[in-house]
């Protein structure tokens, strides 16, 4: 059960993306998660019912997706999960993650995905996953293939789910500068 309002993303059910993505990504015993644009809460509180809630972070950059997010967790008897506002990842410290889940705004111009990409690439642990839900495909797949190396990826119903695994801890191509 969720609590949203008219001003968060897909307030009346989950995302069709978002459900699509959470049937793929596989979690294994030990996963640290983070739910990078978390909105009101969906992929970070399903996670927490499946690991260890204090393994899982939630992060947005809007105080009320926030606010719903905790109103969320408590509501799924999800406590110990971190919500924390952050744009992007300014404002995180944490790191070491082995799952990035994120349904970045691909409505927009490629600024926010960019910096999800690029970022999340430093956080995540050698063998780490970013999962990614989005409805375009060239530009990301481009995007990830500079930085990972590669996506491995799932097309549905308008919808294209990116897998990419860090495999070392410098970006895959040797002329991208990150900027």
């Avoid at 992929?43 to 992060?59: E, S, T």
């Avoid at 990614?132 to 990301?140: A, G, L, P, Q």
């Amino acid at each position: 059960m969720f609590e949203t309002t008219p001003a968060v993303f897909s307030a009346t059910a989950i995302d069709q993306g978002t459900a699509l993505l959470l049937s793929l990504v596989r979690f294994c015993r030990g996963d640290k998660v983070l739910d990078l644009g978390c909105g009101y809460g969906v992929m970070g509180i399903y996670a927490a019912k499946l690991l260890d809630p204090r393994n899982i972070y939630m992060l947005d950059n809007d105080p009320e997706a926030l606010r719903l997010a905790a109103k969320n967790v408590a509501l799924n008897d999800a406590s110990g999960v971190h919500v924390d506002l952050s744009d992007g990842f300014r404002h995180l410290r944490e790191s070491a993650f082995t799952k990035i889940l994120c349904n970045p705004p691909y409505h927009s111009d490629f600024s926010v995905a960019k910096h999800f990409i690029e970022k999340g690439f430093n956080r995540l642990t050698i063998g780490g996953e970013m999962w990614m839900v989005t409805k375009r495909e060239k530009w990301y797949r481009n995007k990830l293939a500079s930085v990972f190396g590669g996506a491995r990826v799932v097309a549905r119903d308008s919808y294209f789910v990116f897998q990419s695994i860090k495999k070392s801890n410098t970006y895959a191509s040797s002329a991208y500068t990150p900027q």
